[in-house]
T-cell receptor, first 113, second 115 residues
Framework: DTAVSQTPKYLVTQMGNDKSIKCEQNLGHDTMYWYKQDSKKFLKIMFSYNNKELIINETVPNRFSPKSPDKAHLNLHINSLELGDSAVYFC????????????FGSGTRLTVV | AQKVTQAQTEISVVEKEDVTLDCVYETRDTTYYLFWYKQPPSGELVFLIRRNSFDEQNEISGRYSWNFQKSTSSFNFTITASQVVDSAVYFCALSEPLTGNQFYFGTGTSLTVIP
């Protein structure tokens, strides 16, 4: 029943590891996003995909790579994790772009130790 | 320049008080949308309201009300008779669907309601 689901909810890993966060939406939306929320609660867009095509790619390290196998899924893979990557990552989806607002997943709290 | 400004970083009120969260936005578009989201301590982001630029009617939903004023580029949010469950971070956001289809969040206002 969950509209936008992301897994895992918590992820604790060591520096240098590679990890993935998965996101799936069952709303039939055509656009999906990844946001990073830092410790000060600031929400920063990372990527946006529309129908499996990358449309926004903000300045993030190329250690972060999104993958969209179909328009219902947008996964985030992170290589060589660093301490500064610790944050909450939110997946979101929207219908026909940003005008209708986002439906967010519940977030993944990533802690790099 | 910040597209969405939430000048109040933190607010504390005593339960049952009314509280207004300010939001000022900046856009040159004539078509845009404004939003409020709530992030309770559990962490999820909950959609509260969407308003398009052509609809300046104020909206009331239970104890929540929103005041949209294009003349001052503001979209303020008032909680009447606040409750402890209202404690959360509240985000105002702007989307410009016709220019780049971007979505801009404010920096959030942390509201604490003291019992």
């Amino acid at each position: 029943d969950t509209a936008v689901s992301q897994t895992p909810k918590y992820l604790v890993t060591q520096m240098g590891n590679d990890k993935s966060i998965k996101c799936e939406q069952n709303l039939g939306h055509d656009t999906m996003y990844w946001y990073k929320q830092d410790s000060k609660k600031f929400l920063k867009i990372m990527f946006s995909y529309n129908n499996k095509e990358l449309i926004i790619n903000e300045t993030v390290p190329n250690r972060f790579s999104p993958k969209s196998p179909d328009k219902a899924h947008l996964n985030l893979h992170i290589n060589s994790l660093e301490l500064g990557d610790s944050a909450v990552y939110f997946c979101a989806s929207s219908l026909q772009g940003a005008g209708y607002g986002y439906t967010f997943g519940s977030g993944t709290r990533l802690t790099v130790v | 320049a910040q597209k969405v400004t939430q000048a109040q970083t933190e607010i504390s009120v005593v339960e049952k008080e009314d509280v207004t969260l300010d939001c000022v936005y900046e856009t040159r578009d004539t078509t845009y949308y404004l939003f409020w989201y709530k992030q309770p301590p559990s962490g999820e982001l909950v959609f509260l309201i969407r308003r398009n630029s052509f609809d300046e009617q104020n909206e009331i939903s239970g104890r929540y009300s929103w005041n949209f004023q294009k003349s001052t580029s503001s979209f303020n949010f008032t909680i009447t008779a606040s409750q402890v469950v209202d404690s959360a971070v509240y985000f105002c956001a702007l989307s410009e669907p016709l220019t780049g289809n971007q979505f801009y969040f404010g920096t959030g206002t942390s509201l604490t309601v003291i019992p």
